[in-house]
């Protein structure tokens, strides 16, 4: 089992050559290899919002190995890993299992591949790369990606299979992930924001059947403020100012405007508590 | 007809996942596809500033595929179009006809991408990409780089016709890009602003021919504000605080100081008007 | 002698299309050649800065060619360059040679490459790039990376020799890079500070061995400031608040702090001098 594509996410930012010289040595080790640029604007040392990233993104990036760092504890006793997932364990070499091929996430273990991880299935087996024959030497313990986990994802689209990479440990041991979960509450959705795109669309733990029963209008409260939103297909169905509810690209709720920002007009940042309820008819 | 790159512009930013989740999906559809990114940072929703990118860079980016989402309509009835452009319709396999090969422009119908067809000589064929057999499916209608127009360019690389994609469009239906003309206004030339790069340069409207009667001085005024700037060939060669005017890459007359923002010394954004006028001797 | 990757250094920044179209270019001439982008976003005309940015990384880019562009004085009478660096001169394939393979730069004669260069063992042979056939036509001047430096890469990727691109000059009249050194006195090293990475870390031009005298307490001042920092071997061994001396991944001293910028912590900016003495028992 060898993989041709490599998917990259980090908090490195774009500004430093850090992501870069990943990528370059990947293409020392595993020449031909495709590096696929998921983000490397994670905020820094940002596991949850590195570990959603990952999730709403990893069903696009299967077959195939998934690099992801985002390391605060980088050099200390936190392990790296490297968890294989999906199905096809035959290794037939079609790659494909169940609509999900297998497919290994390489990082370190501190809940950020968890719940990409979750959703491709879990995770079938997990190594810690103690396996120096695989990493760069390296004068200092600071740059992970450089020294371990971009030569390990380079190894594995040779071909190297993961128990080379260092000893086998159970994958019930490794650190999870946090995905906050909605709850009713009475003929409320109590939902937590997970995440502010570029755009400004406040994307919210809630599923569409969840608010099935409250209609086309509903209103969303943080705090003391409430708004209403209307349930619209698309961005442009709103009229200049309207709040909206539509159902975003990942399949779930998300409020938003029309050209504008929805976050900056109710006020809303990552992990703050939002409610839904039914409007009054 | 195949294709190898891809070229992608967009206003998805480098934060989000967007630009890179297209990228994997264009990866898994047509494998071993070049996809080179023009950028993703085109302002939120600014169909003007991506047109004049897409048209500036085009002539670089041909043969190929060109796929450009600066889309604030995705999701309601705007259509989603492939344009083909160039020569060589025989598709005799070299790649060019007349300096330009045929190519294929992908994107939302909202004028984002007509400046760069009629650079490329105007569209030759064109489609409204009505079959979703190239399509993902997809949760929600707000995600069309991944779900549709990637998908697209993906096929296109593979070698699908054109025809395939969706029912054929009139070319002049397509909804026009807006590129703004200077005007001659007595001894004047009334012009426009239409790009600040990172370094400050303000590019104009204004073809150098345009002001070959004013000399080597030229007053530059916006409103009440008039600076004198110096006919130069590149910016080493204006003394520190010194104004100029360049003929740029692009071969249009930019202002333009030393190692120094020319829009921040001349207070100028994209969309304001400039006059040039000839200096008194 | 032929390459197959391009690393791909420059000010252009991401924003504007440079970047994207100087690598159009090079996939034009030399298609399948792969672009490792390092960083685009070296501060506009900041020659130090992208110097020591291509110093740390060129290790991990060689063999191979590597385009650095930082260009202030773009079209000016500053000499446009390829050298070519590294061993196995008699060129027999393997790409290796006592470490490092035969490699070529390729930017503007002014200092950005020589660091790197000097780190890379010097130049071997150097070239001035001045035979238009292997450049672009282009309106204006104000463009050399698509128009000179981005097709130079290209053609050396497809085994143009050095000597065809343009008159051989001698290396030692190449434009120095500046590399900061440290010095001892009595017994206080006076350091400067190199590079304020994504993070904050802080990095010195101090080796290591330069305070292996002074123990695991070292006072960093800045001017009437001074904080005592401790040595330890990664972030997450310091404790909240505490300043710490950490070797990085270059091997070089950092000042840092565990997920806080010790740059705001201690208002140092690259360029900045730095003292590091003994902490008393």
Redesign the interface.
């Known amino acids: 089992m060898s993989f ?2 490599v ?1 990259f ?1 980090s ?8 992501a ?2 990943v ?3 990947i ?2 080790i595993a ?2 290899t ?1 590096v ?6 994670v905020p ?2 940002d596991v949850r919002a590195g570990g959603l ?1 990952l999730a ?2 990893i069903q ?2 299967l077959p195939g190995v998934v690099l992801g760092v985002v390391d ?5 006793s ?1 392990r790296a890993i490297a968890v294989e997932v999906g199905t096809d364990p035959a290794g037939n070499g079609d790659g494909v299992g169940e609509g999900i091929g297998v497919s290994v996430l390489v990082g370190p273990d501190n809940g950020l591949l968890a719940p990409a991880a979750a959703i491709a299935g879990g995770a079938r087996r997990a190594v810690s790369l103690t396996n120096t024959d695989y990493h760069l030497d ?6 992970a990606g ?2 371990i986990f971009g030569p390990v994802a380079a190894h594995l689209c040779l071909g190297v299979d993961l128990a080379e990479l260092g000893e086998e440990i159970d994958p019930l041991s490794l650190i999870p992930g946090i995905i906050p979960l909605s709850r009713q509450e009475d003929d409320r959705v109590e939902a937590e924001v997970l995440w502010i ?3 400004g ?1 406040v994307q919210l733990n809630v599923d569409p059947s969840e608010i099935a029963e409250m209609g086309d209008r509903v209103l969303v409260s943080r705090g003391e403020t409430t708004r209403a939103a209307v349930r619209v ?5 709103l009229a200049a100012g309207q709040v909206g509810l ?6 779930l709720l ?1 409020v938003a405007l ?2 504008r920002s929805a976050a900056e007009e109710l006020h809303l940042a990552p992990g703050d508590g939002v409610s839904l309820a039914m409007a009054a008819e």
């Open positions: 041709s594509t998917s996410l908090d490195y930012g774009l500004v430093d050559e850090f870069g010289v990528k370059a040595v293409g020392a020449p031909g495709t696929v640029d998921i983000t490397h604007q820094a040392h990233t709403r993104s696009y990036l605060p504890g980088v050099g200390s936190r390296a004068p200092g313990q600071t740059f450089r020294d795109d570029r755009f669309n297909a698309s961005y442009a169905d539509v159902v975003d690209s990942y399949g998300a029309n050209r």
